[in-house]
């Protein structure tokens, strides 16, 4: 399907347009394997802002619908975004006993904020994303990731380098995303390090917990660098509090990974498994959800025995 030699070659971002057809793609050039997605419209409805740190892009897809491009990846789509986010944030959200204070590094799309919001027992959510441009623009294009969530007197959003924030609050935070786009740039290299690691670990509350977006799982086997966040979690937690999670999601057209880590366990931690209490949430929670159910919590935990494998191996390597 590609008519270049070496798609990976191309210029980041890359809209091509078929001059056979007239048809409109964008080519995410980064991932493993390079994507095509089929915009729709001409090229002046593909909306690009070159902000200070990155290239923002919003497009209609036919397939996925309107999807969020930065520097040539797309981070979410209109079609399947509640896959990605409500996988991220309700594991987490259910498996504290009563989360009150979160912190949302990055994410600056809103969907992680929109999902957190749900969960009553939140009275504080705070989200520091260093790119006001992804916040301003979602905010005013991509009405549907925020669902207004903004405007909720919980939420605190500001833009800022997350890790400066971390080193300068005294805050302590019952759960706390890591929402960041991949290491492929200086903006978000940082906090692909240990550092950032024990900032997250020293800013939690006893008990707390951090979620950090990984990698495509299928990335993992094929390239031994996508373990970077589970090899840096591990490092900061201790093995045994720590859990890897994926969900399927079509428009990345992988697996995406997750890393889940928690300070101080009581006795009963075990991610993959749901206690009585946490169970009873979901009957005020009921109506919430499009893909997370009890049932979908145990499915995200089931990783196939080879990626098990290897995630095994390389806690043995570090
Ligand atoms: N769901 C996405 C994915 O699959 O990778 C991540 C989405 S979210 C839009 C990623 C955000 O991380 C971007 O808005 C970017 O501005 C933000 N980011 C990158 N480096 C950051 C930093 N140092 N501090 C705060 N936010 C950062």
């Given amino acids: 399907m590609f ?4 798609p990976r070659a191309l210029p980041t971002p890359y809209v091509w347009q078929d ?21 729709e419209g001409p090229i002046e409805k593909v909306y690009t802002i070159k902000s200070q740190y990155q290239t923002v892009q919003i497009f209609n897809t036919i ?18 975004e509640a896959r990605y986010h409500e996988a991220f944030v309700h594991p987490a959200m259910i498996l504290h006993m009563k989360p009150k204070n979160i912190l949302i590094c990055g994410g600056g799309d809103g969907a992680t904020l929109r999902e957190v919001l749900k969960h009553p027992s939140v009275e504080k959510a705070t989200l ?3 790119d006001e441009e992804v916040i301003k623009v979602t905010q005013e ?3 549907f990731l925020w669902a207004e969530s903004h405007h ?3 939420a605190h959003v500001s833009a800022g380098d997350a890790f400066a924030f971390l080193k300068s609050t005294d805050e302590r935070f019952d759960v706390i995303f890591s929402d960041i786009t991949d290491p492929t740039d ?4 940082p906090l692909y390090s240990k550092n950032y690691f024990n900032l997250i670990r020293a800013r939690l509350a006893p008990g707390g917990i951090v979620v950090a977006q990984g990698a495509e799982i299928s990335e993992v086997w094929q390239n031994p660098g996508r373990l970077l966040i589970w090899k840096l979690i591990n490092s900061v937690f201790k093995t045994h509090r720590t859990a890897a999670y994926q969900t399927y999601v079509p428009s990345f057209r992988e697996e995406r990974s997750f890393c889940i880590a928690t300070t101080d366990p009581p006795s009963w931690f075990d991610a993959s498994h749901l206690p009585p209490w ?11 959800f499009r893909f997370y159910s009890p049932e979908m919590h145990k499915a995200l935990f089931a990783l196939p025995p080879v990626v098990e494998k290897i995630y095994e191996r390389a806690l043995r390597s570090r």
């Fill in 3 to 6: 008519p270049f030699d070496d």
């Fill in 19 to 39: 001059e056979k057809s007239d048809t409109l793609y964008f080519i995410d050039t980064v991932g493993y394997d390079p994507c095509l997605y089929e915009i």
């Fill in 63 to 80: 397939r996925f619908g309107r999807a969020l491009a930065i520097d040539g990846t797309i981070q979410c789509a209109e079609k399947d």
């Fill in 128 to 130: 520091v994303d260093i």
């Fill in 141 to 143: 294009r991509m009405t």
């Fill in 152 to 154: 909720d007197p919980r």
């Fill in 186 to 189: 200086e903006v978000s290299l």
């Fill in 278 to 288: 946490a169970l009873q949430k979901f009957d005020y929670l009921e109506g919430s």
